[in-house]
């Protein structure tokens, strides 16, 4: 059974840095593709990032490409959101996303995590 627990989030001022963390369980970590989106207040679920098993290549949603930063650790079963630059507009919940396909986790088709929360002040 797939098991995601995201870490990380909290309060952060504008221009202030954050790293997200996503342990995953029940499947073979190093197989999967993995991903993050987020969730603003009264908005639907908008796709973050993405890092794929097999050869670690990156998907970024253009709104934080360059300031944000996915990646692995297959040893720890763990993928990271390194976030620099926050805005007040990086305020959401964030999740994580899992399948064996990069192409459904681009999509928000894989399993979730619970979400945590991260809120950037001005």
């Known amino acids: 059974q797939v098991q995601l627990v995201e870490s990380g989030g909290g309060l952060v001022q504008a221009g202030g840095s954050l790293r997200l963390s996503c342990a995953a369980s029940?499947?073979?970590?190093?197989?999967?593709?993995m991903g993050w989106f987020r969730q603003a207040p009264g908005k639907e679920r908008e796709f973050v990032a993405a890092i794929n098993w097999s050869d670690s290549s990156t998907r970024y949603t253009e709104s934080v490409k360059g300031r944000f930063t996915i990646s692995r650790d297959n040893a720890k079963n763990t993928v990271y959101l390194q976030m620099t630059s926050l805005k007040p507009e990086d305020t959401a919940v964030y999740y994580c996303n899992a399948d064996a396909y990069i192409v459904v986790v681009t999509r928000g088709g894989g399993s979730w995590g619970q979400g945590t929360q991260v809120t950037v002040s001005s």
């Open positions: 029940g499947f073979t970590f190093s197989r999967y593709a």
